[in-house]
């Protein structure tokens, strides 16, 4: 049968119904839920802009002050009000898990400690242009310590492209600085704040001291390829939850992690080297580097992802204890 006999076959359409294809008319969402997104329209470039303001303020504060004592000042209110927080009871879980020979004092000493750095971050963060004084012709003078200066100098004059991965531990903004004062080229991975406001201003500060920003997104994979394969280097975080990464083992827990670092080390075939800051006493830093890791390949001869972000995992799990007031338990690393 034709398609223009099988046409004439149907039966007509009722007079007065809906022509064909088109769909019926959208119903209007609840009273309340309109109302809430108005509001929210209305209210969000407010909150924005009173956010931005009031960390603008407390930059612009905290700047007034020598880094020793905006340090301590904020790490004293922070240790003496960050347990407070709701959030301090997903750091409580976390250290009881990976620390189960730990006393309740113990963590409650080590909760504090947590909170402490995240105070001094907020100073460091303030007056990040003025931080680095690195000297290599006197290393030991000044308010920054660099371990393994040598591999920083070798990887600016091979002409390869690398990748380094740090973690939430010390003032891990300095990882970036630090590639930046050594002159090293390439760029860094980061995740913009959801406001608007301060992040365009932590964006501002930033880009004043650190390489290429490379914000999280859609177009943030394009971008890394192409600069690995312009032969510059690439740093990022990589000890946080992902949603749907590969299974890595963390303090004897499993957890999902960020995969991208070993992905795009399998393409390039580039070295991946582990970074991080750790927070000496009297305000004051040492930055570390590590030798090329060794890699696990697959029976293609290729590396292997899943075991490349274990071999990284283990990097950082030997970091953090060594030095666990200094990581950020604040976030929920392990999730059913």
């Known amino acids: ?17 809906p022509k064909a294809g088109k769909r019926p008319p959208r119903k209007r969402p609840p009273l309340l839920r309109r109302l809430r997104n108005w509001l929210k329209s209305r209210l ?31 790490a004293f209110w922070a240790r003496l009000v960050g347990p407070f927080f709701p959030v301090t009871k997903v750091a409580r879980r976390n250290l009881k898990a990976a620390f189960p020979e730990k006393s309740d004092a113990e963590i409650t000493h080590l909760v504090r400690g947590i909170w402490a750095n995240m105070g001094r971050l907020t100073a460091d963060f303030a007056q990040q242009d003025q931080l680095w004084d690195y000297d290599p012709e006197k290393p030991d003078a000044g308010r920054i310590e660099v371990k393994g200066a040598e591999i920083f100098k ?19 903004e300095l990882c970036a600085i630090a590639g930046a004062e050594f002159n090293v080229p ?14 365009d201003l932590i964006e501002e500060m930033r880009a004043e001291t650190m390489p290429y920003l490379i914000r999280a997104g859609r177009d943030a994979g394009r971008v890394m390829a ?19 990464g590969p299974e890595v083992m963390f303090f004897g827990r499993p957890c999902a992690t960020n995969p991208t670092l070993a992905r795009l080390a399998r393409q390039f075939e ?27 390949r697959d029976e293609e001869g290729k590396i292997d992802v899943q075991g490349t972000m274990q071999a990284v995992t283990s990097v950082i799990e030997s970091w953090v204890r060594e030095y666990p007031e200094q990581w ?7 999730r059913p």
């Open 226 to 244: 192409r600069m690995l394969a312009n032969g510059e280097h690439l740093g990022m975080l990589v000890d946080q939850y992902w949603t749907n």
């Open 328 to 334: 950020l338990w604040l976030h929920r690393r392990w």
């Open 44 to 74: 969000t470039p407010l909150v924005e802009s009173f956010v931005g303001g009031y960390v603008r303020l407390s930059i612009w504060w905290l700047r007034l002050w020598p880094l020793s004592i905006s340090s301590g000042g904020m």
């Open 186 to 199: 390439g760029g860094v991975l980061y995740r913009a704040p959801n406001n608007r406001k301060a992040a």
């Open 270 to 296: 580039c070295p991946v080297h582990g970074m991080r800051v750790v927070r000496l006493p009297g305000a004051r830093f040492r930055v570390e580097i590590t030798e090329e890791l060794e890699l696990p």
């Open 154 to 172: 070798r990887l600016r004059d091979d002409g390869r492209p690398a990748l380094f991965f740090t973690a939430h531990t010390g003032n891990w």
């Open 1 to 17: 049968m034709s398609i223009s006999e099988n046409s004439a076959s149907s039966p007509p359409a009722p007079s007065g119904g």
